[in-house]
């Protein structure tokens, strides 16, 4: 694959050993679209001409091993992190230099490694954390009905699966429920695009099927969302496409058992070579 090459997430064309090749055009900006990009630490590549595009509606998959770049992407997807070069899209708009507030205002919203949770308020007033798109706190928010910002968390918490949970301390619901607790915030502004690292780390299989269960159950709603995780199995049933990241560069890109099957990425990430 040639560096900088642009990938969409549609069903790519392999080359020969399963390497991700060139791609259809495709006549659509998508919801999000990453053109060369690069983000260097001193010598250090941690992302090295990535380029992809993700659809409407499309559960997009990152994978990669550890130092693989995963969650400095979406870093520089949310302005957390500047790029050294390349460009990054929303809905066709360059939003490569966009502060972090508006991008939020524009529709993105995202999840981190470690629920970031008050433990002093309840379930209902983190959600309420949530900024609106004039960066207020959402029970803040001025609406003609005077019930929007309550309504506005209920929403959340009812698609998040934590609905019952409203009343509760973090420290009184358990952590897969924490996590949704998280999932809720970042739903509480109503986002076009999701993104979400590691979401089901530190669970176990029960937990880890019920967020499986609750991010497919937001795909089927239309809900855009680019997901960093490390079970393999998950990633390969839930989404559509998966990306796989290997020292800061694109491997493979495609039909998820397509690219889990890939040499690269079985050498990289699971550690031996395929039978």
Not at 3 to 12: F, K, L, M, N, R
Not at 68 to 97: F, M, N, V, W
Not at 140 to 155: F, I, L, N, Q
Not at 212 to 226: F, Y
Request: hydrophobic fraction near 40%.
């Amino acid at each position: 694959m040639s560096q900088g090459s642009e990938i969409t997430a549609v069903p790519a064309f392999h080359g020969p050993g399963g390497t991700a090749g060139s791609t259809p055009e495709t006549t659509s900006m998508g919801v999000l679209r990453a053109v060369s990009l690069c983000i260097h630490f001193g010598g250090v590549k941690a992302v090295d001409q990535v380029s992809f595009q993700v659809e409407a509606g499309c559960l997009f998959g990152v994978l990669g091993p550890n130092g693989s770049g995963k969650s400095t992407l979406l870093a520089a997807i949310t302005r957390l992190q500047r790029p050294t070069s390349g460009r990054i899209y929303l809905h066709g708009e360059d939003i490569t230099k966009l502060p972090p507030n508006k991008l939020a205002r524009r529709g993105v919203g995202r999840t981190f490694q470690t629920p970031r949770l008050v433990p002093t308020m309840d379930v209902k007033a983190n959600v309420a954390l949530a900024a609106d798109r004039r960066s207020r706190p959402l029970w803040d928010r001025p609406t003609k009905s005077g019930k929007g910002r309550v309504d506005d968390v209920h929403a959340a918490m009812t698609r998040a699966g934590i609905a019952d949970a409203a009343d509760l301390f973090p420290e009184e619901i358990s952590y897969g429920n924490r996590r949704r607790v998280e999932i809720a915030r970042a739903l509480a502004h109503d986002p076009s695009l999701l993104l979400l690292d590691e979401p089901t780390a530190g669970m176990n299989r029960q937990e880890r099927d019920e967020i499986s269960e609750l991010l497919d159950s937001l795909r089927k709603q239309g809900l855009t969302q680019v997901l960093v995780e490390h079970d393999v199995p998950m990633m390969v049933e839930l989404c559509d496409v998966i990306l796989a990241m290997v020292q800061g560069q694109v491997v493979a890109v495609g039909n998820p058992k397509e690219v889990i099957a890939n040499e690269t990425v079985r050498k990289a990430y699971l550690g031996r070579k395929r039978k």
